[in-house]
């Protein structure tokens, strides 16, 4: 196993909740998916909600080396859940195809993801790392 992105962002949540209200539904619509749309609208603290899944997406832009270019948008980074609840990053679009161009050869790329939020702020870490085939 090696590492092969890592990255970690903090916001503030006030700074998203200001977004959401200031732009109504175009801020939600242009960063975030369906999926990730639909879990915070159906829960209680939906900012901080919204919160930790955009510090995830710029976490995860910074461990995939290039930031929201080359090809990267807010949408090809998506935060769901698995079936225990824990959050999980699915990339999309140009950030999969990213991740694929970082991977070493014959070996299988992971990505981990921790989020938390502590109002006012929010914070994520993503690491990637590549598996080889024994792993």
């Given amino acids: 196993m090696r590492i092969i992105g890592l990255g970690n962002d903090m916001v503030d949540i006030r700074r998203i909740e200001k977004s959401i209200s200031r732009f ?3 801020f939600v619509d242009r960063v975030f998916t369906d999926i990730e749309k639909k879990y915070c609208w159906s829960k ?3 900012a ?3 919160a930790k899944r955009f510090a995830a997406k710029e976490a ?4 995939l080396g290039t930031g929201f270019a080359k090809g990267v948008y807010w949408k090809d980074m998506g935060v769901e859940n698995n079936s225990l609840g824990a959050p999980v990053m699915m990339l999309t679009g140009g950030a999969l195809d990213r991740m694929k161009e970082i991977t070493p050869k014959g070996m299988t790329a ?7 939020d ?3 702020m929010a914070q994520a870490i993503v690491m990637i790392t590549a598996l080889g085939p024994s792993e």
């Fill in 118 to 120: 502590e109002y006012p």
């Fill in 44 to 46: 209680g603290n939906k």
């Fill in 48 to 50: 901080a909600n919204f």
């Fill in 60 to 63: 995860c832009a910074k461990a």
């Fill in 110 to 116: 992971q990505i981990d993801l921790s989020i938390t």
């Fill in 24 to 26: 109504e539904g175009r």
